[in-house]
């Protein structure tokens, strides 16, 4: 069985009845490229391999595997409500919230950032898959507010960023920068000088954590890098400069059960 990795803040909304957890590559059974709990849909692993991790994910919620929530994920700001007749559809978007119990949301991540939210206080949860796009153009604030119309507040939710891209490990170049200073001047913090000339290092998780305070929720980072450990975390950049021809994804995921 995998063994996740937890957040000290929705660890505590326990009490609650909400569970969540940061999974890596450990307790799957893929192999090669794909070693371990790749639970990506969208890879070229074996189909049954990926099934199965899905449905160990699954299991460690005490779910069956139709009870595991996720969406085709396309780098948007778009959020989808899970109700309580899930159909185990995957629509185009970047995040899910639900205030129903027994159903687990889940978000796949190689780098991008993978956001869990919980609202102890109302049973109301949400998770979002955030790269630079869908966090410059809003999927962390749209769940929040889709979480609000399920009757959740903002100042009574908490948000974890799991393990994503660090700022030393994110080289981008000017039009990428150009875009960021566009919208803000201000996200001129977010980055830092690269040893390329005209590039830079991109800090992706400080932007997400502060938008989520922003929003006025209370957040908090795992401050775990996906890119230095192959062996506990996929990461598409690690692939890409490796020349590896495909990579695996891991999920987080977070669900309500009966309240304690």
Request: aromatic share 8%.
């Amino acid at each position: 069985m995998p063994t996740p990795l937890a957040s000290t803040l929705l660890s505590a909304a326990e009490a609650a009845g909400i569970r969540h957890g940061y999974f890596t590559r450990a307790g799957g059974i893929s192999e090669g490229l794909y070693r371990g709990l790749n639970v990506g849909l969208g890879s070229n692993d074996n189909r049954e391999h990926v099934q199965e991790n899905r449905r160990r994910v699954a299991g460690w919620f005490g779910l069956p595997l139709d009870q595991l929530a996720t969406v085709h994920q396309v780098h948007s700001p778009d959020v989808v409500t899970i109700g309580a007749h899930y159909d185990g559809s995957r629509p185009q978007a970047d995040a899910m919230v639900t205030a129903t119990p027994g159903i687990a949301l889940g978000v796949l991540a190689a780098d991008c950032g993978p956001i869990l939210f919980a609202d102890p206080e109302n049973r109301v949860i949400g998770a979002a898959h955030a790269g630079w796009k869908g966090a410059l153009t809003g999927v962390l604030e749209n769940t929040i507010d889709a979480m609000e119309a399920l009757g959740a507040r903002r100042e009574t939710i908490v948000a974890c960023l799991g393990p994503s891209i660090s700022q030393s490990s994110y080289e981008v170049g000017p039009e990428f920068v150009e875009r960021f200073l566009a919208h803000d001047p201000g996200y001129a913090r977010y980055f830092a000088p690269s040893e390329r000339d005209g590039h830079a290092m991109f800090d992706l998780p400080s932007l997400t954590v502060d938008r989520l305070r922003k929003a006025g929720v209370t957040a908090e980072s795992l401050n775990l890098c996906t890119y230095p450990d192959p062996e506990l975390f996929f990461s598409y950049r690690r692939t890409t400069h490796a020349r590896e021809p495909d990579y695996g994804r891991q999920i987080s995921a977070i669900a309500i059960g009966k309240a304690a």
